[in-house]
């Protein structure tokens, strides 16, 4: 019950990516974002848009840990997916298939790798898939990353008191 779409809307938009080793700050809200933004030029169903807007919901409640350090917190992995598995069964998407869950993680890959290419010092060259959408990367306030990322929600038909 304490699951609301506002916490993860603010929280993510706050947090910036890669523990703030970017060019500028780029919040996991306008990750997120961009996410489901690629899932709808896909043409995915709005169930999908919906989980790679959400797809790192429970860094709103436990903050973003990179990657590379990630792996080796065994704790932490158990806890972020018992808490991303209460967050997914309260937006009804608890019941995704292992083909939808590799869909949303292909997605967050690829906009990795072009937020690493853009965003990181020195990694200029590397190379990125072809995407559907068109990323904005610009800098963004955190308000306005809330915003959106309340609006892209609502489109998706959760409100402000969620689904």
Request: hydrophobic share 40%; aromatic share 6%; charged share 25%.
């Amino acid at each position: 019950d304490l699951i609301s779409i506002q916490d993860i809307a603010h929280a993510l938009s706050l947090i910036c990516r890669g523990n703030g080793h970017v060019q500028t700050f780029w919040s996991v809200g306008q990750h997120c974002i961009c996410c489901a933004k690629e899932a709808a030029a896909r043409g995915l169903s709005d169930r999908m848009v919906l989980a790679c807007l959400l797809h790192d919901a429970s860094e709103g409640y436990i903050s973003d840990i990179i990657r590379p350090v990630k792996i080796y917190l065994s704790n932490y992995l158990e806890i972020e997916s018992k808490i991303m598995g209460t967050i997914l069964t309260h937006f009804g998407l608890d019941d995704l298939t292992e083909e939808e869950s590799c869909r949303w993680k292909q997605i967050d890959d690829e906009i990795l790798e072009l937020e690493l290419k853009t965003l990181l010092h020195g990694e200029e060259n590397r190379e990125v898939p072809k995407l559907l959408s068109v990323p904005d990367l610009a800098e963004h306030t955190p308000g306005e990353i809330e915003v959106r990322f309340l609006q892209e929600a609502e489109r998706l038909g959760v409100y402000g008191s969620d689904r």
